[in-house]
């Protein structure tokens, strides 16, 4: 498939609206690709969104709840946290992975690189896959109030098929995960 690989937006100027360590918001005075002004507004994060779906040998995966602050209710994903742009993101996904539920993996696989939301934000999400586990003490950050809970994969699935998982890193872990297990290729 062709694509144009110039930039059809056109940059006036632009101004930082907000920023703090986790992300950057910047106004764009532009003109839009059919040549009129206008304004955009960009969210820049900070950090690389990091995801991993441990998998057991058994295929029961491990789900974290809590409540999440901007969405105002509480939400059931896979252990999920961000990685300094910068670093390796498996070091990463191995440091949340055992800090949201005290298992570390003998195997990772990278799964999938998503954007999360392209229209406002440039939030890159890398997803692993972690087999191989075995099971230690957890290390929760101190803005985590965490509840670990181990399902059979194939109930997720169904939790996201009927809606109850909304996160869209594990929505779509699990669907590729889903996949794989579909074609035979854990």
């Not at 789900?63 to 252990?79: A, K, T």
């Not at 099971?135 to 997720?156: G, I, R, S, Y």
Request: hydrophobic share 40%.
């Amino acid at each position: 498939m062709h694509h144009p690989e110039e930039n059809p937006w056109k940059i006036i100027a632009q101004k930082d609206v907000y920023d703090n360590p986790w992300i950057n918001v910047t106004e764009f005075d532009v003109l839009n690709p059919s040549g009129n002004p206008g304004i955009y507004g960009k969210v820049h994060f900070k950090n690389i969104a990091i995801g991993v779906l441990p998998l057991d040998n058994e295929l029961n995966t491990y789900l974290v709840g809590q409540y999440r602050f901007p969405l105002e209710q509480y939400s059931w994903e896979m252990p999920e946290g961000g990685g300094p742009i910068g670093i390796d993101p498996i070091a990463s996904a191995k440091r949340e992975l055992l800090e949201e539920t005290g298992l570390k993996a003998d195997k990772w696989t990278e799964i999938l690189r998503i954007h999360l939301s392209n229209s406002v934000s440039d939030e890159l999400s890398i997803l692993y896959l972690a087999r191989g586990l075995k099971q230690f003490e957890a290390e929760p950050e101190e803005t985590e109030q965490l509840m670990v809970n181990k399902l059979p994969f194939e109930e997720v699935y169904q939790m996201v098929c009927r809606g109850e998982i909304t996160d869209a890193m594990t929505v779509a872990a699990v669907l590729k995960v889903r996949l794989l297990i579909i074609e035979n290729q854990l």
